[in-house]
Protein backbone atom coordinates (compact mmCIF):
# COMPACT_ATOMS: atom_id res chain seq x y z
CA UNK A 1 0.00 0.00 0.00
CA UNK A 2 2.71 2.45 1.18
CA UNK A 3 4.66 1.53 -2.59
CA UNK A 4 1.42 2.23 -4.22
CA UNK A 5 1.23 5.61 -2.59
CA UNK A 6 4.63 6.36 -3.56
CA UNK A 7 4.27 5.12 -6.93
CA UNK A 8 1.21 7.67 -7.25
CA UNK A 9 2.85 10.41 -5.81
CA UNK A 10 6.04 10.14 -8.19
CA UNK A 11 3.38 10.26 -10.61
CA UNK A 12 1.79 13.17 -9.38
CA UNK A 13 4.98 15.18 -9.00
CA UNK A 14 6.15 14.25 -12.71
CA UNK A 15 2.82 15.15 -14.35
CA UNK A 16 2.81 18.59 -12.39
CA UNK A 17 6.49 19.28 -13.08
CA UNK A 18 5.52 18.33 -17.06
CA UNK A 19 3.13 21.17 -16.64
CA UNK A 20 5.26 23.36 -14.63
CA UNK A 21 7.63 23.20 -18.03
CA UNK A 22 4.82 23.52 -20.17
CA UNK A 23 3.85 26.77 -18.38
CA UNK A 24 7.48 28.41 -18.43
CA UNK A 25 7.69 27.45 -22.12
CA UNK A 26 4.54 29.65 -22.79
CA UNK A 27 5.87 32.13 -21.15
CA UNK A 28 9.11 32.31 -22.83
CA UNK A 29 7.17 31.71 -25.77
CA UNK A 30 5.56 34.60 -25.46
CA UNK A 31 8.43 37.00 -23.86
CA UNK A 32 10.09 36.20 -27.38
CA UNK A 33 7.27 36.97 -29.35
CA UNK A 34 6.65 40.26 -27.90
CA UNK A 35 10.42 40.69 -27.89
CA UNK A 36 10.57 40.02 -32.12
CA UNK A 37 7.15 42.31 -32.29
CA UNK A 38 9.49 45.43 -30.56
CA UNK A 39 12.49 44.58 -32.60
CA UNK A 40 10.10 44.63 -35.40
CA UNK A 41 8.95 48.09 -34.83
CA UNK A 42 12.43 49.75 -33.86
CA UNK A 43 13.68 48.43 -37.13
CA UNK A 44 10.93 49.89 -38.73
CA UNK A 45 11.30 53.13 -37.21
CA UNK A 46 15.04 53.12 -38.00
CA UNK A 47 15.03 52.33 -41.45
CA UNK A 48 12.17 53.85 -42.30
CA UNK A 49 13.76 57.17 -42.86
CA UNK A 50 16.34 55.96 -44.94
CA UNK A 51 14.38 54.10 -47.15
CA UNK A 52 10.80 56.08 -47.19
CA UNK A 53 11.90 58.56 -50.38
CA UNK A 54 12.74 55.47 -52.74
CA UNK A 55 9.67 53.42 -51.47
CA UNK A 56 7.15 56.16 -51.07
CA UNK A 57 7.77 58.07 -54.76
CA UNK A 58 6.85 59.35 -56.78
CA UNK A 59 4.63 62.12 -54.94
CA UNK A 60 1.37 63.32 -55.26
CA UNK A 61 -0.29 66.67 -56.47
CA UNK A 62 2.62 67.97 -58.34
CA UNK A 63 2.16 71.58 -59.87
CA UNK A 64 4.51 72.66 -61.95
CA UNK A 65 3.69 76.16 -64.27
CA UNK A 66 5.01 79.22 -64.95
CA UNK A 67 3.01 82.61 -64.90
CA UNK A 68 3.56 86.65 -65.49
CA UNK A 69 5.01 86.19 -68.66
CA UNK A 70 3.46 89.22 -69.63
CA UNK A 71 5.25 91.20 -66.96
CA UNK A 72 7.81 92.55 -68.99
CA UNK A 73 11.16 93.46 -67.32
CA UNK A 74 9.81 91.75 -64.22
CA UNK A 75 12.40 89.75 -62.42
CA UNK A 76 12.57 86.20 -62.79
CA UNK A 77 11.76 83.80 -60.14
CA UNK A 78 12.24 79.99 -59.60
CA UNK A 79 9.87 78.55 -56.63
CA UNK A 80 11.71 75.00 -56.22
CA UNK A 81 9.55 72.44 -53.88
CA UNK A 82 9.32 69.11 -52.94
CA UNK A 83 5.94 68.05 -51.70
CA UNK A 84 4.59 64.29 -50.49
CA UNK A 85 1.13 64.28 -51.01
CA UNK A 86 0.44 68.06 -52.50
CA UNK A 87 -0.64 69.95 -49.82
CA UNK A 88 3.48 72.11 -50.35
CA UNK A 89 2.73 72.12 -53.86
CA UNK A 90 -0.75 74.15 -53.35
CA UNK A 91 1.23 76.74 -51.08
CA UNK A 92 3.92 77.23 -53.46
CA UNK A 93 1.40 78.00 -56.24
CA UNK A 94 -0.45 80.51 -54.17
CA UNK A 95 2.90 82.12 -53.74
CA UNK A 96 3.92 82.03 -57.77
CA UNK A 97 -0.07 83.42 -58.18
CA UNK A 98 0.69 86.58 -55.13
CA UNK A 99 4.08 87.54 -56.91
CA UNK A 100 3.20 87.11 -60.58
CA UNK A 101 0.51 89.98 -59.43
CA UNK A 102 3.34 91.50 -57.77
CA UNK A 103 5.27 92.24 -61.64
CA UNK A 104 7.34 89.32 -60.81
CA UNK A 105 7.79 86.20 -63.53
CA UNK A 106 8.00 82.86 -61.90
CA UNK A 107 8.14 79.15 -62.90
CA UNK A 108 7.14 76.69 -60.27
CA UNK A 109 8.59 73.36 -60.60
CA UNK A 110 9.10 70.25 -58.50
CA UNK A 111 13.00 70.70 -57.26
CA UNK A 112 14.45 67.37 -58.52
CA UNK A 113 13.85 68.00 -61.92
CA UNK A 114 15.32 71.47 -62.05
CA UNK A 115 18.66 71.20 -63.80
CA UNK A 116 19.59 74.71 -64.47
CA UNK A 117 19.04 77.88 -62.31
CA UNK A 118 21.63 80.30 -63.73
CA UNK A 119 18.11 82.07 -65.88
CA UNK A 120 16.69 83.53 -62.43
CA UNK A 121 17.40 86.69 -60.13
CA UNK A 122 16.36 85.05 -57.29
CA UNK A 123 14.89 81.13 -56.11
CA UNK A 124 12.41 80.45 -53.19
CA UNK A 125 12.74 76.94 -52.00
CA UNK A 126 10.43 75.04 -50.06
CA UNK A 127 9.71 71.50 -48.09
CA UNK A 128 7.10 69.65 -46.20
CA UNK A 129 8.43 68.67 -42.70
CA UNK A 130 8.52 65.08 -43.32
CA UNK A 131 9.43 62.60 -40.47
CA UNK A 132 11.26 65.55 -38.49
CA UNK A 133 13.05 66.72 -41.38
CA UNK A 134 13.22 68.35 -45.51
CA UNK A 135 12.64 65.50 -47.90
CA UNK A 136 15.23 64.75 -50.40
CA UNK A 137 14.39 66.59 -53.70
CA UNK A 138 14.51 70.44 -51.84
CA UNK A 139 17.46 69.36 -49.58
CA UNK A 140 19.29 67.50 -52.98
CA UNK A 141 18.36 70.91 -54.65
CA UNK A 142 19.84 73.04 -52.09
CA UNK A 143 23.53 70.74 -51.93
CA UNK A 144 23.67 70.71 -55.30
CA UNK A 145 23.45 74.19 -55.79
CA UNK A 146 24.82 75.90 -52.83
CA UNK A 147 27.88 77.61 -54.80
CA UNK A 148 25.33 79.44 -57.26
CA UNK A 149 23.26 79.88 -54.27
CA UNK A 150 25.31 81.71 -52.51
CA UNK A 151 25.36 84.41 -55.16
CA UNK A 152 21.92 84.83 -55.32
CA UNK A 153 18.63 85.65 -53.75
CA UNK A 154 17.10 82.85 -51.38
CA UNK A 155 13.88 82.30 -49.38
CA UNK A 156 13.30 79.24 -47.58
CA UNK A 157 9.83 77.66 -46.23
CA UNK A 158 8.49 74.68 -44.88
CA UNK A 159 4.81 73.70 -44.24
CA UNK A 160 4.10 72.01 -41.15
CA UNK A 161 1.20 71.38 -38.42
CA UNK A 162 3.68 72.78 -35.47
CA UNK A 163 1.79 76.21 -35.90
CA UNK A 164 -2.14 74.94 -36.49
CA UNK A 165 -4.60 76.88 -35.20
CA UNK A 166 -3.67 78.57 -31.64
CA UNK A 167 -0.26 77.17 -31.55
CA UNK A 168 0.79 79.85 -34.22
CA UNK A 169 2.81 81.87 -31.58
CA UNK A 170 5.81 84.03 -31.95
CA UNK A 171 7.91 81.41 -29.78
CA UNK A 172 6.17 78.96 -31.40
CA UNK A 173 7.50 80.26 -34.65
CA UNK A 174 11.36 80.25 -33.44
CA UNK A 175 11.76 77.03 -31.97
CA UNK A 176 9.75 75.30 -35.47
CA UNK A 177 12.51 77.31 -37.09
CA UNK A 178 15.47 76.14 -34.76
CA UNK A 179 13.92 72.38 -35.40
CA UNK A 180 13.28 72.26 -39.57
CA UNK A 181 15.32 74.77 -40.88
CA UNK A 182 18.40 76.03 -38.93
CA UNK A 183 19.86 72.41 -39.38
CA UNK A 184 20.06 72.54 -43.06
CA UNK A 185 21.43 75.85 -42.81
CA UNK A 186 23.76 74.77 -40.72
CA UNK A 187 24.52 72.10 -43.82
CA UNK A 188 24.75 75.11 -46.02
CA UNK A 189 26.45 78.24 -44.28
CA UNK A 190 27.07 79.66 -47.64
CA UNK A 191 23.57 80.22 -48.40
CA UNK A 192 21.77 83.32 -46.26
CA UNK A 193 17.93 83.17 -47.18
CA UNK A 194 16.45 86.60 -47.14
CA UNK A 195 13.86 85.13 -45.27
CA UNK A 196 12.59 81.66 -43.69
CA UNK A 197 8.65 81.12 -44.22
CA UNK A 198 6.96 78.81 -41.69
CA UNK A 199 3.37 77.89 -43.17
CA UNK A 200 1.19 75.48 -41.74
CA UNK A 201 0.27 72.69 -43.99
CA UNK A 202 -2.10 69.90 -44.31
CA UNK A 203 -1.83 66.30 -42.71
CA UNK A 204 -4.87 63.17 -43.58
CA UNK A 205 -4.65 59.67 -42.89
CA UNK A 206 -6.17 59.00 -45.85
CA UNK A 207 -3.51 59.74 -48.06
CA UNK A 208 -0.67 58.30 -46.30
CA UNK A 209 1.22 54.89 -46.94
CA UNK A 210 0.64 51.93 -45.13
CA UNK A 211 3.94 52.29 -42.86
CA UNK A 212 3.05 55.96 -42.63
CA UNK A 213 -0.24 55.39 -41.30
CA UNK A 214 0.96 53.11 -38.70
CA UNK A 215 4.04 55.37 -37.59
CA UNK A 216 1.38 58.51 -37.33
CA UNK A 217 -1.11 56.53 -35.31
CA UNK A 218 1.51 55.32 -32.71
CA UNK A 219 2.57 59.02 -32.47
CA UNK A 220 -0.90 60.39 -32.29
CA UNK A 221 -0.31 62.70 -35.16
CA UNK A 222 -3.09 65.88 -35.52
CA UNK A 223 -5.26 65.39 -38.61
CA UNK A 224 -6.57 68.39 -40.51
CA UNK A 225 -5.91 71.03 -42.92
CA UNK A 226 -4.41 74.29 -41.44
CA UNK A 227 -3.32 75.77 -44.99
CA UNK A 228 -3.99 79.68 -43.89
CA UNK A 229 -4.56 81.44 -47.01
CA UNK A 230 -3.63 84.43 -45.17
CA UNK A 231 -0.78 83.96 -43.93
CA UNK A 232 0.69 82.00 -47.16
CA UNK A 233 0.00 85.92 -49.23
CA UNK A 234 1.59 87.59 -46.50
CA UNK A 235 5.04 85.95 -47.23
CA UNK A 236 4.56 86.38 -50.64
CA UNK A 237 4.12 90.05 -49.95
CA UNK A 238 6.67 89.72 -47.77
CA UNK A 239 9.10 88.68 -50.61
CA UNK A 240 8.01 90.69 -52.76
CA UNK A 241 9.22 93.41 -50.69
CA UNK A 242 12.59 91.79 -50.26
CA UNK A 243 12.73 91.21 -54.37
CA UNK A 244 11.85 94.95 -55.68
Known amino acids: MALLITSSNYLQFRKGGFMERKKRET ?25 AHAVLDPPTGIIERSCGETNVGGK ?17 AKIADVLCQEGFQVDLKLARKVTDISAYDA ?12 LRGARQFLHKNQDVLANMKVAVFITCTYLK ?4 TPDRRAHAKELYIDPILDELPDIAPI ?13 LYPVEYILMKLAKFPEGDFRNEEKITAWALEISALLQ
Not at 27 to 51: D, E, F, N
Not at 123 to 134: A, H
Not at 165 to 168: A, L, Q
Request: some cysteine; aromatic content about 8%; hydrophobic content about 45%.
Open 195 to 207: SCGILSGEFLYRE
Open 165 to 168: DEND
Open 76 to 92: KILIAYATKHGATSSIA
Open 123 to 134: LIVGSPVYIGGW
Open 27 to 51: RLHGKRTMLQTIVALAVVVCIYPLT
